[in-house]
């Protein structure tokens, strides 16, 4: 199994910036992909940034592009999302994913494993 716990979620300011961490445990030899995807009060859960384990390719959403960077540290097992130039449609829960194939990095269904989330709120 493998096992997924974020940090660094909080409240601030539009325009202000977070970054968001998800330490990765067990068997990470498993794992293709990792990627984020948040959830609104009220909404489904969204894709929002992916990367490839052992690669450098990222994909990122329309609504973030530019504003938010995906990255990872394969030496320390986690893998990091920079949001800056945050808006208060940014507010959700924040959530880590892990999948094991290659194919679609923007479907929940196309990853494995799931953190608990990190609330993020972004004021206006």
């Known amino acids: 199994q493998v096992q997924l716990v974020e940090s660094g979620g909080g409240l601030v300011q539009a325009g202000g910036s977070l970054r968001l961490s998800c330490a990765v445990s067990?068997?990470?030899?498993?794992?293709?992909?990792m990627a984020w995807f948040r959830q609104a009060p009220g909404k489904e859960r969204e894709f929002v940034a992916a990367?490839?384990?052992?690669?450098?390719?990222?994909y990122y959403a329309d609504s973030v592009k530019g504003r938010f960077a995906i990255s990872k540290d394969n030496a320390k097992n986690t893998v990091s999302l920079q949001m800056n130039s945050l808006k208060p449609e940014d507010t959700a829960v924040y959530y880590c994913?892990?999948?094991?194939?290659?194919?679609?990095?923007?479907?929940?269904?196309?990853?494995?494993?799931w953190g608990q989330g990190t609330q993020v709120t972004v004021s206006s």
């Open positions: 994913a892990g999948g094991r194939y290659s194919g679609s990095y923007y479907y929940t269904n196309a990853y494995d494993y």
């Open positions: 067990g068997r990470i030899f498993t794992i293709y992909k």
């Open positions: 990367v490839t384990r052992d690669s450098d390719n990222t």
